[in-house]
């Protein structure tokens, strides 16, 4: 399969702590990029890193990539209520962009 | 920009019904996704128009399933004859290249009872 996998698939905190959430795929890839689902609604984009990037920050979201290991990391910091949803890593490679599993994090408050 | 739209939010239909879903693409972008989620099999790409011209429609199940694409404000997606396991929420996006960040629409749940 050409689906990326996340891990973990659920994960629930603590309001204040911070998730981590890894994503890894198989093929080649131009860029990877991070999206947030919220029950029932759409996909929305957080951020997007390049291949020839290996970190990016932005707000309390900070993205790895190792290209070596075909894998990928979110940490959201400082967790708030609102943070609740489902994160999905997907992938731009072989001229598609193919999203992961998803991730469903919970914070409580 | 009002965002990606799409129409109608909900539908619910019999077995062998035609279902048509519609979607409107942020003005600009030239790239428009279609894709279908449901809990078994998570997101899956069903088909990728690049300046109204579909570009990979790998992802469509079967014939019964079809797109269109007849300008850039515009397209569909057709069932003909819908089944139960096409229930599911059908999601457009928009792009402004297929690289890039997708804007999604907010979904159509389709049941077909």
């Known amino acids: 399969s050409q689906q990326g996998e996340e891990d973990p698939q659920a994960l629930s905190i603590q309001e204040g702590e911070n998730a981590t959430m890894n994503c890894s795929y198989k093929?080649?890839?131009?860029?990877l990029q991070w999206y947030r689902q919220n029950s029932g609604r759409g996909l929305v984009h957080l951020i997007l890193?390049?291949?020839?990037?290996r970190e990016k920050h932005s707000g309390r979201l900070r993205v790895t990539l190792d290209t070596s290991k075909k894998s990928s990391s979110l940490l959201i910091t400082a967790s708030r209520a609102a943070d609740t949803a489902s994160y999905f890593c997907a992938f731009f490679g072989n001229e598609k962009l193919t999203f992961g599993t998803g991730t469903r994090l919970t914070i409580i408050p | 920009d009002a965002g990606v739209i799409q129409s109608p939010r909900h539908e619910v239909t019999e077995m062998g019904q035609e279902v048509t879903l519609r979607c409107k693409p942020i003005?600009?972008?030239?790239?428009l996704f279609w894709y279908r989620q449901t809990m078994m099999r998570g997101l899956e790409l069903l088909i990728y128009f690049n300046n109204n011209v579909p570009i990979d429609d790998s992802g469509m199940p079967e014939d019964r399933f079809s797109a269109k694409m007849p300008n850039a404000s515009f397209s569909t997606l057709k069932i003909q004859p819908s089944e139960p396991r096409d229930s599911a929420v059908y999601f457009c996006?928009?792009?402004?290249?297929?690289?890039?960040?997708?804007?999604f629409g907010p979904g159509t749940r389709l049941t077909v009872t």
């Open positions: 093929t080649s890839i131009n860029n």
């Open positions: 996006a928009s792009s402004s290249d297929r690289g890039f960040e997708q804007y």
């Open positions: 890193i390049r291949s020839n990037e």
């Open positions: 003005s600009g972008h030239n790239s």
